[in-house]
């Protein structure tokens, strides 16, 4: 499959692993793992949303799915009960980071996504020397750095981040972090190695 073609479909991947579990499944150490990085090494230290206190302001993770970990790190913005509200029908603009949960204890703002659309990568990658060049030496745009437009309801997104999107706002800065289940199943994609937990980091520019 031609590169360009193959990042196109990461967001919009079939999803055929809704849910799935077998045998020996990886799933419960993955979310154990994703649990003690939120609760503990994660800046800043989050709490699960069922064990917050009543009027706290503590930073704190939400679930979904089975299972999708949620961080929106504007959330106690007092101006954000008026921004547009996310749902299942809405269109709404993203500009996104993905990593391998594998590597999440080395996410830094120099960590090279898995696949990414934002602006200020186009020139991290040419200045890190990753930009793909044809025999003539020219630039070759893998990536498109222009937000990314996706509804919730469509049946090719990832459910994880389908989960994570719905009730989010504009202008949200939010951190999904999903076991491999609700991500890519256990396909091999190549770059994305089967039964892999992700971390999708992205922003909201827009909801319609």
């Excluded at 256990?186 to 190695?193: A, T, Y």
Aim: proline share 6%.
């Amino acid at each position: 499959m031609p590169m360009k073609k193959f990042f196109a479909i990461l967001l919009l991947f079939p999803m055929l692993w809704f849910g799935c579990s077998k045998e020996g499944d990886v799933q419960p150490e993955q979310r154990k793992r994703i649990e003690s990085f939120l609760t503990s090494s994660h800046s800043p230290r989050l709490v699960a949303e069922e064990n917050l206190e009543e009027g706290s302001s503590l930073p704190f993770y939400t679930t979904a799915g089975n299972k999708v970990y949620r961080y929106i790190e504007n959330y106690y913005d007092p101006d954000r009960v008026n921004w547009p509200k996310v749902t299942a029908s809405s269109k709404v603009a993203i500009t996104f980071r993905i990593y391998s949960f594998d590597n999440y204890t080395s996410i830094t703002d120099t960590t090279v996504p898995i696949y990414t659309n934002d602006p200020e990568w186009e020139q991290k990658l040419e200045k890190l020397g990753l930009t793909l060049k044809d025999e003539e030496g020219n630039p070759i745009g893998i990536w498109n750095f222009e937000p990314k437009v996706i509804t919730p309801a469509s049946s090719g997104i990832i459910n994880g981040l389908r989960l994570a999107l719905l009730g989010c706002r504009q202008g949200d800065h939010v951190e999904a972090y999903m076991t491999y289940n609700m991500a890519y199943g256990d396909e091999d994609l190549g770059i994305i190695e089967k039964e892999s937990p992700l971390a999708i980091f992205f922003t909201i520019n827009t909801v319609e």
